[in-house]
């Protein structure tokens, strides 16, 4: 927990930094395998490559955080210049900057499902958590997995009460809730995480077990995990940031044909411990996909605009992204 304090503090003495000139992009992400493309396009420096390709020089510097609410303080405060977080984290951010920094989505980061996991052998469904359950989350009402959860407590009870189990979640890092969960003895005996975090509970826990799969919720194959920026840095930095879309395309087609190199590049840059077979497994389940093209994201939007979560309503999906090549086939 330190070393994430001081990596935020380290964070916030950039809030200050000017705007930079085209050849220097920040990015942020979090945690977990959801941003495999963003470790394949540092591995084989793909942005750098693409930026060549323009005649641009590109600097490329990353750090890591976790939930979104701290990921869009930093990218509003002009610490970053891409935001990776979840769906629910852009439609918000999307929603509160309209007609100001006009932040709106880059990219998908491909559609991987999310498992609501828990340890209590009595709770089979979502109607069965109580004051006794803990759900560790990374960010409470904001994170993609909130959401999520939110949308199944409004199908099963009605959207008057789509706030009915955020009483039972808390915050923390992936890690940390797969740690616990793995662990037990803890009051956190649920964990709504992601790839490979969920797995490796499953694994590690002969107790835990899928209480609630976002598939379910949304309909089918959904993009959870997105990228977005603000207006000013994609109109003021248009060479970096098309190679920085056509770089995710390439590694998201590498990640497609060479799931095995997808699995050592994880590893190598995530400095991960988690077993590779399993990360394979991850990697080649059909349900997993991997697009740039955002996918099933406007049903998720509708829900939160119905229940006053985001003020503006969305006409489609395309209102909350920017148009790009990349992307032209996304939902």
């Given amino acids: 927990m330190f070393r994430r304090t001081a990596a935020v503090l380290s964070l916030s003495l950039a809030f200050a930094t000017p705007a930079q000139a085209e050849g220097r992009i920040r990015i942020v992400e979090q945690f977990g395998i959801v941003y495999l493309l963003l470790n394949i396009a540092q591995d084989q420096q793909l942005i750098e490559k693409q930026g060549k390709k323009l005649g641009v020089d590109i600097t490329v510097e990353r750090t890591q955080l976790s939930g979104g609410s701290a990921v869009n303080d930093a990218l509003l405060s002009g610490a970053i ?3 990776g977080a979840g769906v629910g984290p852009l439609l918000t951010i999307w929603d509160r900057t309209n007609g100001k920094q006009n932040v709106k989505g880059v990219a ?37 997995q909130s959401r999520i959860l939110q949308y199944a407590a409004a ?9 009915r189990l955020d009483k039972f979640t808390q915050t923390l890092p992936h890690p940390d809730a797969t740690a616990a969960v793995i662990a037990g003895g803890t009051e956190i005996n649920g964990h709504f995480g992601n790839p490979p975090y969920q797995e490796q509970e499953l694994a590690g826990n002969p107790n835990a077990h899928i209480v609630l799969n976002s ?30 879309t056509a770089a995710l395309a390439e590694a998201a087609q590498y990640a497609t044909k060479n799931p095995e190199g997808a699995a050592d590049t994880y590893l190598r840059i995530s400095k991960s411990k988690v077993d590779r077979e399993l990360l394979l ?23 939160l605009y119905r229940v006053g979560a985001i003020k503006k309503q969305p006409a489609s999906w395309r209102e909350y992204f920017f148009e790009d090549p990349v992307i032209v086939q996304g939902s």
């Fill in 108 to 144: 998908s980061l491909g559609s991987f499902p999310y498992y609501l996991v828990s340890t209590n052998p009595k709770v089979k469904s979502i109607a069965d958590l109580s004051e006794k359950d803990r759900i560790a989350l990374p960010a409470v009402t904001v994170s993609v």
């Fill in 81 to 83: 210049d891409i935001a």
């Fill in 215 to 244: 598939y379910d919720v949304l309909g089918g194959p959904s993009s959870a995990t997105v990228l977005y920026a603000t207006e000013k840095f994609r109109n003021e930095n248009p060479k970096t940031y098309r190679a920085f």
């Fill in 281 to 303: 497994k991850i990697i080649r389940n059909p349900q997993v996909q991997f697009s740039v093209a955002p996918q099933n994201t406007y049903s998720l939007a509708q829900f």
């Fill in 155 to 163: 199908k099963k009870w009605g959207e008057k009460e789509f706030a």
